[in-house]
Each structure stands twice: as structure tokens, then as C-alpha cells.
């Protein structure tokens, strides 16, 4: 149903996060308390990251490409 599609969407988040370079369990931890989900997260503007010293200009933008194409990807892979 509608929980088991939104889960396999962040899960999906998750593992497109965690491939970009200075990102790790500790960070995306930290940021999702920050931000309450990692779709919130990807969807921040530069200006809301701007606290994490480890964000930097570069790394922001991977995260904002990511976007809904990890939607897709998620239903593609979970055939949903």
C-alpha cells in the first residue's frame, strides 16, 4: 500500500545518498534530524545546509539532482 511505496521511496533515498562522496550513516543521521525526512532534505535549498560544514556547494547540488528521479528509480526497482 501507500506506507510500503513511501518506505521503498526513502529507502531509495537513502542508497542514492549514501553513494555521494562525504556522506555517511553519522552525516545523513544528522541531517535527517535536521530536516525530519531525506526527502526534505533533498529538496532543501543551499541556504538550509549552510550550518553542516561538511556540505559544501558541490556536494548540494548531487544531493538536489537527486530529487524524484529516486522516485522513479524505487518504483522501477520494486515494481510498484
Known amino acids: 500500500g501507500e506506507a510500503k511505496s513511501m518506505e521503498r521511496e526513502e529507502y531509495a533515498r537513502l542508497m542514492a545518498l549514501k553513494q555521494i562522496n562525504g556522506l555517511g550513516n ?3 543521521i544528522e ?3 535536521k530536516f525530519g525526512s531525506l ?3 533533498i529538496n532543501a535549498e543551499f541556504i ?3 550550518n553542516f560544514t561538511f556540505i ?4 548540494f547540488e ?3 539532482n537527486l530529487s524524484e ?3 522513479e528509480e524505487a518504483r ?3 515494481d510498484y
Open 26 to 28: 553519522k552525516r545523513l
Open 31 to 33: 541531517l535527517t534530524k
Open 39 to 41: 526527502e526534505k532534505l
Open 48 to 50: 538550509d545546509l549552510h
Open 56 to 59: 559544501t556547494k558541490e556536494t
Open 62 to 64: 548531487e544531493i538536489n
Open 69 to 71: 528521479v529516486i522516485v
Open 76 to 78: 522501477t526497482t520494486f
